[in-house]
């Protein structure tokens, strides 16, 4: 199952916050769908929930022993297995094994856009609501850190730093919410995400 072709009827009638997003989501998402081609298929969630009336996100801090983007803030996820019955079961699968989210306590909202990434992922984003408080527990291997990031500061113009490298043909998205950096890959589904918020 691709990303255009999700469906979220396993999750209950939708009210409130979870409605309105998903329904943002619905209105946003881009029909330039990237060609997979011969890149690693990968999934993440984008794990949303609402703290004393603001709404906030979940990153994950990867260890400086992984084999992919060291010690980089990332949405929890990973590489496609055989067993994966969708991408969506990926990014499900791949979450409750890196930071202990069970599966049932998640309502899967709807999806960005997929994107490619410099180090040949194709990855899709599932955007999700997550019960609170939560007890993380993360893989030690994998996952420094879980933080949890109110959205509010994020969607500032001052969090959001662009720089032009060489040999890339877009600006790099750089977000910053005190000590925490969030660029690349994540960053510019973040962007899709905040934009739809708006």
């Known amino acids: ?24 989501l619905r209105l946003a998402r881009s029909s330039a769908i990237p060609d997979p081609g011969s ?8 794990p ?17 022993t992984v084999e992919h983007h060291r010690g980089q803030i990332s949405f929890p996820g990973g590489a496609q ?11 499900l699968r791949e ?33 999700a609501a997550i019960p609170q408080p939560y007890v993380f527990r993360p893989q030690q291997s994998e996952i420094a850190e879980v933080l949890e990031v109110p959205i509010g500061p994020l969607l500032d113009p001052r969090a959001l730093e662009t720089r032009s490298f060489p040999g890339r043909e877009e600006p790099v998205l ?7 950096v969030i660029w690349g890959a994540t960053a510019r589904m973040l962007a899709e995400l905040l934009d739809a918020l708006r």
């Open 81 to 91: 297995e055989p067993e994966d019955t969708s991408m969506a079961e990926t990014a």
């Open 95 to 127: 979450s409750e094994e890196e930071i202990g989210l069970a599966r049932s306590d998640v309502i899967l909202l709807g999806t960005l856009t997929p994107i490619t990434t410099v180090t040949h992922f194709y990855v899709e984003p599932y955007v």
């Open 174 to 180: 750089f977000y910053h919410y005190g000590e925490t």
């Open 39 to 46: 890149n690693t298929r990968a999934a993440v969630l984008v």
């Open 1 to 24: 199952m691709s990303n255009s072709d999700i469906t979220l009827s396993s999750s209950p009638a939708l009210s409130g916050w979870m409605a309105e997003i998903q329904g943002r």
């Open 48 to 64: 949303l929930f609402v703290r004393d009336g603001q709404l906030w996100v979940i990153f994950t801090r990867r260890t400086e």
